[in-house]
């Protein structure tokens, strides 16, 4: 990733919460999202955060953001096989034009 | 079904070969994007076209032409393909004002450069 970092691996065991953690450090970044992929698929975004809020929940989904530290985080509830994945942070940077920089990703994996 | 698509899904290929990736969005977006996934998962933006302009080339070789004959498609051709050129590549969409809220991503072409 592209100054979004992520810790590569995370492993849960089923129905508990996971959390994965970002980083960035573009602290004028007003759009996060996180973003899902199964294996052999492509991205499916699950959620996004704008700047001017803390949290967001949507079912077992809740973002935290802290702007001061530049953390972004991902939490979900009652952890189900279906949720392995790699959930990767994206932030929206603004240059020339709009482009959505991704992190490195966070392989997520259920243990029985 | 609505959708961003990518053709062909999977692509295998000697080096020094010439190919190419189709995408078509039916969302009525204005906005298309190349990305690449290399082995590691690392995504990468390589270009941006708007409305069949290109707006963004993240320093991508010049082997990589991507065109973009309407604003529903987007291709990437590949010139004398390389073995670091294996990777998966996606197509986005999204529109201006309404990006915020994310780009929608085509299934991926998995290239193998053998």
């Known amino acids: 990733g592209e100054d979004v970092e992520q810790s590569l691996f995370l492993s849960v065991r089923e129905g508990d919460s996971s959390v994965i953690n970002c980083t960035y450090t573009?602290?004028?970044?007003?759009?996060l999202y996180w973003y899902k992929q199964e294996p052999g698929a492509g991205l499916q975004l699950l959620t996004y955060i704008f700047s001017n809020m803390d949290m967001k929940q949507d079912q077992r989904l809740t973002v935290l953001l802290n702007k001061k530290d530049k953390h972004l985080s991902l939490r979900i509830a009652d952890t189900q096989t279906g949720d392995s994945a790699i959930y990767f942070c994206a932030e929206m940077r603004y240059s020339s034009a709009s482009k959505i920089i991704f992190g490195s990703g966070t392989r997520l994996s259920i243990r029985p | 079904d609505t959708a961003v698509s990518q053709t062909p899904k999977y692509l295998v290929t000697q080096m020094g070969n010439d190919k190419s990736i189709k995408c078509e969005q039916n969302l009525g977006h204005d906005t298309m994007y190349w990305y690449k996934q290399d082995s590691k998962k690392f995504l990468k933006i390589m270009f941006s076209?708007?409305?069949?302009?290109?707006?963004i080339n993240e320093t991508v070789p010049n082997r990589f032409s991507p065109k973009s004959p309407d604003k529903a498609h987007l291709n990437l051709h590949i010139n004398s393909l390389e073995l670091g050129d294996s990777a998966v590549y996606f197509c986005?969409?999204?529109?201006?004002?309404?990006?915020?809220?994310?780009?929608?991503f085509g299934s991926g072409t998995r290239l193998t450069v053998v």
């Open positions: 076209y708007n409305n069949k302009e290109l707006i």
């Open positions: 986005a969409s999204s529109n201006p004002g309404t990006e915020i809220y994310g780009y929608t």
């Open positions: 573009d602290s004028s970044s007003t759009y």
